[in-house]
Every structure is written in structure tokens, then in C-alpha cells.
């Protein structure tokens, strides 16, 4: 067994947790070297993460995105840890970190609690079913950073408001700035997710040409198709409204990615039906 072999989800999970508490302590006292210390912690739980993402994937003989909704999920928590890192690295004053750790703390616990077993309609498809993930993780990604930013707006638009001193604890982008950046995001997650609608739809058209068909009104394509539903809602609203405040499109967006992302995990712990769910213990060998 090589020292890959070894890591498992605890070793990232209780890097990226001591990292949050060092995050914290910026509301007792500002250090930068306490700071600097939680974005080592963070580093060495994405190094951790890719080497047990790496070991899934050459144990399935698969990619980590098309593995399983456990490997789906922590693919998410590692790509919000890299976009993390990389802008603590460019702006050091940045208080990212308490926002953004526990996003990804919330994934890599859901991952504990879903289909460890790989997809075998993915598996199938390849080619499809990777276009299909990736169309799909990078618009949950953007709808996650959009909850994220909207979060950020809420409370620096309620220090404004109180007119509260900066604190040198928290230091956040602008109000322009924030809104502008959330509605990047909406605009560029909702044509994402809508790519991957469709390759969706047409990996189940595939799927009845083989030996798995899937029911076109299973429980995960009703629950996927009304998370587009409710997200495209938005972008319209978005587009059309012309007297919406950055405040109300800030918690329309918290109160829309919620419910995606509530919906998307009850799929994920109920599905038995569809494309996305692992009944294929033959592909690959599994993790203990």
C-alpha cells in the first residue's frame, strides 16, 4: 500500500476545519501570520484531497467526475479550495476564508453521506457523461460562488447601513463590486447548468438504446429539471427587472441557491433511478 493509499476524507476534512478556526481568530486578533497559517492548512488539504481523488479514480478506472456523487461533490470542494487559494495569494487582505471554508466543509461532509459506488451509465457514455459533468460542475460551482458573493453583499451592505467602522478583521470587496460579480455569476452558471440540462437529456435518450434505460420522470431529472427551473427564473428576473436593488437581487439569489443545493442533495441521498446514481459495483473495484 503506497502513502496515497492512506489519505482519507478525514485528513483534508480536519485541515480545511483548523484552517476556519485560524480564519476566525482575525475577529480576536488580526494576524497575518495567523492568516498565512490557515492558507497552509488549506493548501495541505487540497494536496491531501487530490491524492485521495487520484487514488478513486485509478481504483475505478475512472475520471473523479464521473466516479460518483461522493467523488462529484468533493471534485466541487476541490475546485472552490483551488478558486480560494488563488485569490487569498493575489489579494492577502481579502477575508475569504470564512466564507468560502464552509462551503466546502458542508461538500466533503455531504460526501460522506451519499453513493460511494461508481455511475455505470456515465461510465458507459464517457465522452458524454464528461461533457455532461463538466458543463454541470462549473455551473453548481458558479451558483455556489453566487451564494457566496450574495452573502458577502448582505453583510457589508449591513456594516454600511449601521455605519459601522471597518473592521480590520473583515475586509471585503465593494458593494458595486459584489453585485457586479454576483451577476457574472448568475449569468454565466444559468447557461452552464442549461448545457448540462441538455447533455443530460440526451445521455437518457442514449440510455435507452442500451441495457440501463432511464425513466425520462425519474426522481433525479424531475428534481435537476426543476433546479434549471428555478434558477432560469432568476436569470430572467435578473435580465428583465430594471428597478431591483443589489440587496434584494442578493437574497433572491442566497434564497434561489439554497433551494438548489437542498434539492440536488436530497436527490443525491434518495435517487436509484437515474444517471447520476452508482448501481454498478462491477466497474472498477471499490474503496473500503
Sequence with gaps: MSILDKVSVVCFL??????LALEMTQFLRRSMAMRWLAVIFTGAGLVAQTAYLIVRSRQHELPPLLGSNHDWLLVSAWLAVVLYLGIQVWNRELSLGIFCLPLVLGLVVASRFVSTTPMQQMAEMRGWGMIHATFWVFGILGVLLSLLVSLMYLVQHSRLKQKQAPMSSLNLFSLERLGRMNWWLIVISVPLLTLGVLSGLWMIHLSNRSGHPVSLFSLE??????????????FGWLLAGRRQT?????R?????????????LVVMLTSTDAIHRGNAP????GVS
Excluded at 480536519?14 to 484552517?19: F, G, L
Design 14 to 19: 480536519a485541515s480545511y476545519a483548523v484552517a
Design 246 to 250: 443589489g440587496r434584494m437581487v442578493a
Design 282 to 285: 462491477s466497474v472498477g473495484r
Design 221 to 234: 431529472v424531475l428534481a435537476n429539471a426543476l433546479v434549471w427551473a428555478g434558477m432560469a427564473i432568476l
Design 252 to 264: 433572491r439569489t442566497i434564497l434561489a441557491c439554497l433551494f438548489m443545493l437542498l434539492t440536488l
